[in-house]
């Protein structure tokens, strides 16, 4: 029977922002591509309103609509726009997080579908120390 796993996302910092490098540490497993799915998003909305003291610009620096994304935010939080992208997400409410998630078009899991005769890989462990040095998993 298949399996979809949700994978952590191992994510590097290149001097500017986060970016995705790689599917990470396994999370957990389901049977339905939509219960997957659905856990999936939680887990995301837990790690954006866990995020500490990350600001904005860490994870929209380089998207191709960083001005629509920091003026949609601006005045979702009513907040001036030149200040937006140093805004701090720490302590978001679920509301607060999803509206960020979308308008930020954040994903901190991967979804890997496994099939029978697949085994469930930590992707995370496959990677040398040195790799996983530069790498972050945001957690839950």
């Not at 856990?39 to 191709?64: A, R, Y």
């Not at 930020?104 to 496994?114: A, D």
Request: charged content about 30%; aromatic content about 12%; some cysteine.
């Amino acid at each position: 029977m298949t399996e979809y796993v949700i994978h952590k996302a191992a994510f590097f910092w290149n001097d500017d922002c986060f970016s995705e490098h790689c599917t990470g540490s396994f999370v957990a497993g389901y049977d339905s591509l939509e219960e997957a799915k659905k856990n999936k998003e939680i887990l995301d909305i837990e790690v954006i309103q866990n995020l500490g003291s990350e600001s904005v610009i860490h994870f929209v620096m380089g998207d191709p609509d960083i001005k629509e994304i920091l003026q949609s935010l601006s005045e979702y939080f009513n907040v001036d726009v030149t200040e937006i992208a140093d805004f701090n997400l720490a302590g978001l409410t679920e509301e607060e997080a999803v509206f960020v998630k979308e308008k930020m078009k954040l994903s901190f899991h991967n979804i890997v579908e496994y099939t029978d005769d697949e085994e469930i890989r930590d992707f995370y462990a496959d990677i040398s120390e040195d790799e996983q040095s530069d790498l972050t998993e945001f957690p839950e």
